[in-house]
């Protein structure tokens, strides 16, 4: 593509808005009306709580059977999202920077809009749309006959993470985004644009360039990732798991606590974030499909590690100053970061 179209392709197309507003508008009408599980929130800093209709997976479900419908009955090309990437995202950057002003999102820590919880809402946005454009360039990539190994793995990590993400997306209520982080342009932006247009760079990049992997570089690609996501869900339902209900067991014995409020059984005994390791780990996965021919494809899993690097130092200050001289005997019987043995 060379500068003048992809100038071009920067002006959002009506196409393009209609594509994006149809989407949004399905996800607000399916998370009204379809079933689903009525999840409490976390306590509110003002006492409050909120409740949450987790009905996320049949909504996804549904949206597949509909857009496999749409495509047999010729209403919408499978590669409508791959052919139109570039003036989706212009369009959705556009839609996030005049959310965030007409709302002015940023002042309020749960704010809602026609009875949709906007922060709820635009997480389950982009995660959603991360499967469908991956899924519209693996369209691509059958159509055009290059659907090889590398891109049914990528394919296969990626959809694997998103649909459980949806499985237990009642985990994602007790989260720090949805307690205490603010909605404002960061949020919003991040959601909407960052995750489904950069976490999608591997799908990309495979449909531009032929990755022909090893046996034994996919068998290791694999065992990362079911490391990784059995450490990521392990660890992440532990904890809402213990937030919960203190007194499950874990891993067939009693949770083993600091001070009566930290948990140090299972994978929190071993390390302190060990939730990041999985996450650094899934991540690594979905890029190693591309090869080692170009550190473009890397760009998710190393924008991960600076942030959980970073977010860990945060946490760490934060559980300090809060939980003092039990922090300090925690950190002694866990004294491992993320990297067992390493950090």
Known sequence: MDAAALAASLVPSWSAV???FSYLGYLAAAGAVLPGKLVPGAVLPDSSRLHYRCNGLLSLLLLLVLSALGVYMGWMSPTVIADRGIELLSATFIFSVIVTFLLWLGVQLNPHFMGVDLKFFFVRAGMMAWLFINLSLFAKSY????????VILYQFFCAWY????????????STWDIIAERLGFMLVFGDLVFIPFTFTIQGWWLLRNNVELSLLAATVNCFIFVIGYLVF??????KHVFKKSPKALIWGKPPKLVGGKLLVSGY??????CNYLG???LALSFSLPCGTSSVIPYFYPTYLFILLIWRERRDEARCSEKYKEIWVEYCKLVPWRIFPYVY
């Open 233 to 238: 869900r392990g660890a992440n339902k532990q």
């Open 268 to 273: 929190w005994g071993i390390a302190r974030h």
């Open 18 to 20: 209609v594509v994006l």
């Open 279 to 281: 996450d650094i780990l």
């Open 143 to 150: 159509l055009a006959g290059s659907a090889n190994l590398s």
């Open 162 to 173: 998103i649909v459980d993400y949806f499985v237990h997306e009642e985990l994602m209520t």
